[in-house]
């Protein structure tokens, strides 16, 4: 049974490292542990334990489930250029990018969970034995194509990687298909979770159709910022070959994406300020404070400082090639747009209230918490995908040479 | 909460010794030994609250089955014995409810009386109905005061705007729901299965009246203020971790009383009622009053009506 050695060798491949890649495990577990009991503390005590309120229903776990899903949508963007145009270069790391995809949908559906009242009854959410209310709801609509996209993400590459395995080529006209279908569900998973809020006259601040295409944008700056960034590590950490021509054109399409979220972002500013009316009134709270309240203020301010100063440092063509500067680019893009997608859009929907009540929202120790927790188990998830997928990229495991040791 | 708390001076022996025997049997026994895993409930109750069904594809067994662990637990969680029904909707009938605002003085009667009613969390204040304090000739609700608190009302120069659930006829809410936790009875009334809902919290998030409020923590309630008349649908105590709202009061209107809110004004500001009977008091409103309803822009077709004399 070759798949069972196959999964059985990627298992082992997985803990199997030097002492540094033991030490970042243990690292990591020590974080999802505590995560994982200030969790418990949650289920014990009830959501009270988290900042939020009638008022401001929805807090940190959603605005970071709104950002990581995007994380996972850019994954398109290496498997287009290597599956359509055939980059032999981004063929070679488009694994890797899936893996991303796979890590930041375990997170995002991790964050909706945590965010649940009862995590028990998730079972009501199943189609036949719970009540989907698919297709009138966007939340299941969200439910369906996050984990279609995790399925998709999970088949591709092992079939790809069991085929390497064996030292066979794959058929590019049997999973062809799939990459096809993975392309456009990624774009689709983005979408269906800018609609979840674009949804809702009731909140004007998220009822926009500019909501769809700013969510889009961003996330395909933010996610080759992130991509640009493990590519590196990649490359320094392991003997694996990335070619610098990748990181190049994912640093391309960040600066073009971050250009137009940037734009967007002063489109949705002139229309709701030009006349300002009452709709404004929770952009007003963000970027000015409402009535002397203004928690959000300083966070939009410096999201938007850091993405100016990272599409300036794209945008010029010197800059942008050194990699110092275009790694701290990078970590700026991806912050900023962690606030600007995250809270900064979130938050500010619920302030004021639809009956007009402004009631501030911040994050308690519990949330901060469990989301470091989520994080954590997100980066270990890639940690031990990447492990596995180099290894036998790199030939190191396979099953040829498996039966030679059986010999 | 000791158990104890839960005798109230109007109950007769014979409930006493019942309430003795059901504790003899050991359901109090279980309850407290059980209480951190299950919740005060018995590992058999426990296991079919969690298998339970949601409402709409329970068999009348199984709701039969479905209120007395209700009742059950509410023994345990209270040491009170609650009554809880399930009503149907009559035939004929879809409620609708309309508010002389120049007549409401801002009392918050009504809040209260709703309060007892509904059995809302004390500790966690959750309340149903907003009064809104506002500037006379002011009606932009960012101007409005949710915390009033002067030392009579009403105050000179304001007006007051009570807010509760629109049940509306295109609810946004009932929509949201991934789960079909929430939809609305055939007598128009937009109800929470609160044994279904999983706590998205989504359809806070699209309601535009701030109509629905989440069970951050348990809702407690002193023993002796239970209202022990309940409703599957309506105001039987809620679990943790699930969203609840207005529901009319549907353990009183569907037996033809009237909403608390009403009962309790004491301005007559309210007015309830049957919107399919031609000679009902609210069809008299709608057919001659100049009547308006909030946020009409949005499309959601409120069944709440205000208007002015």
């Known amino acids: 049974m070759a798949v069972i050695r196959f999964i059985f060798d990627g298992v082992r491949e997985m803990f199997r490292g030097s002492r540094e890649y033991w030490m970042w495990l243990a690292a990591l577990s020590v974080v999802i542990i505590y995560g994982a009991w200030r969790y418990s503390g949650q289920i014990t005590e009830g959501l009270v334990v988290t900042g939020m309120s009638d008022q401001v229903s929805w807090g940190f776990y959603i605005s970071n489930f709104a950002f990581l899903v995007g994380i996972a949508a850019a994954a398109v963007l290496l498997v287009i250029p290597a599956y359509i145009f055939d980059r032999k270069d981004i063929k070679d790391v488009v694994l890797v990018g899936e893996g991303m995809a796979v890590a930041a949908v375990t997170m995002a559906i991790l964050f909706v969970i945590a965010d649940l009242g009862r995590p028990d009854r998730l079972w009501h959410l199943m189609p036949v034995i719970g009540r989907f209310h698919w297709p009138v709801s966007l939340l299941a609509w969200d439910v369906l194509v996050l984990s279609v996209y995790l399925l998709l993400n999970l088949a591709i590459p092992f079939y790809v990687l069991f085929m ?39 909140r004007p601040f998220w009822h926009t159709s500019l909501l769809g295409p700013r969510f889009i944008a961003s996330a395909f700056a ?44 002063g489109a949705e500013l002139f229309t709701d300020f030009y006349n300002e009316g009452s709709h404004a009134a929770s952009i007003h709270y963000l970027f000015f404070g409402l009535s ?53 859009l979130v938050i500010p929907g619920f302030i004021p209230t639809p009956l007009g009540e402004i009631f501030e929202y911040a994050p308690t120790g ?27 990229k790199l030939g190191k495991i396979s099953y040829t040479l498996k039966l030679s040791y059986s010999y | 909460m000791s158990r104890d708390n839960g005798r109230r001076d109007g109950h007769s022996k014979f409930d006493q010794a019942r309430r003795n025997i059901l504790r003899a049997i050991g359901l109090g026994a279980a309850a407290a030994v059980a209480q951190p895993a299950w919740g005060g409930q018995t590992l058999q109750d426990a296991f079919a609250s969690f298998f339970q069904k949601d409402y709409r594809r329970m068999s009348a067994e199984e709701i039969e089955a479905a209120l007395e662990r209700i009742e059950r637990n509410a023994a345990a969680r209270y040491g009170v014995e609650i009554d809880c029904q399930n009503t149907p909707p009559q035939p004929g009938v879809v409620f609708g409810y309309a508010i002389n605002i120049s007549r409401c003085r801002g009392y918050r009667d009504c809040v209260y009386a709703c309060v007892q009613e509904n059995n ?29 608190d002067p030392e009579t009302v009403p105050v000179e120069g304001k007006h007051y705007l009570p807010v509760q659930c629109m049940q509306c006829d295109d609810p946004p809410c009932v929509k ?41 923590t348990v809702p407690e309630i002193p023993a002796e203020e239970i209202n022990t008349n309940t409703h599957y649908l309506g105001n039987r105590p809620r679990p943790r971790g699930v969203v609840e709202k207005c529901h009319f009061c549907v353990q009183r209107t569907r037996k033809g009383r009237q909403p608390a809110c009403m009962e309790a004004c004491p301005t007559g500001a309210r007015i309830f009622g049957n919107l399919l009977d031609p000679n009902s008091e609210i069809r008299y409103v709608l057919e001659n009053k100049q009547v308006f309803r909030l946020k009409e822009d949005l499309g959601t077709e409120p069944k709440f009506w205000y208007y002015s004399d």
């Not at chain 1, 030292?167 to 979770?193: C, D, K, Q």
């Not at chain 1, 003997?239 to 960040?254: E, G, P, R």
């Not at chain 2, 936790?181 to 699209?206: F, H, K, L, N």
């Open chain 1, 164 to 202: 390497h395995y064996r030292g066979r080529e794959p058929n590019i006209r049997l999973y062809f298909p799939f990459v096809v279908v993975a392309m456009f569900w990624a774009i689709s998973i983005h979408t269906v979770t800018a609609f979840l809020f674009s949804a809702n006259p009731a």
């Open chain 1, 222 to 265: 933010s996610g080759p910022a992130l991509i640009i960034i493990t590519l590196q590590t990649v490359r320094n950490v392991t003997s694996y070959h990335v070619s610098q021509t990748v990181i190049d054109t994912l640093a391309l399409i960040m600066t073009t994406a971050l250009q137009i979220s940037l734009f967007f972002v």
């Open chain 1, 292 to 344: 002397g309240f203004a928690s959000l203020r300083m966070w939009i301010w410096v999201a938007l400082v850091l993405n100016v100063i990272a599409v300036v440092i794209l945008m010029i063509h010197p800059l942008r090639q050194k990699t110092l500067l275009l790694n701290i680019a990078c970590v700026l893009a991806f912050v900023g747009i962690w606030i600007e997608k995250g809270m900064g």
């Open chain 1, 366 to 392: 519990t949330e901060l918490s469990v989301a470091a927790g989520i994080w954590a188990f997100g980066i270990l998830v890639f940690t031990l995908l990447a492990k596995a997928v180099i290894a036998i």
């Open chain 2, 120 to 148: 809302l969390g004390r500790d966690s204040q959750v309340q149903y109905i907003r009064v809104l304090q506002l500037e006379q000739g002011d009606f932009n609700l960012e101007h409005s005061d949710h915390y009033y």
């Open chain 2, 176 to 216: 949201a729901c991934p789960v079909e936790a929430t939809w609305m009875e055939p007598d128009g009334i937009v109800v929470v299965d609160y044994d279904w809902c999983i706590g998205c919290r989504y359809c806070m998030a699209a309601c535009p009246y701030w109509a629905r409020h989440f069970n951050w």
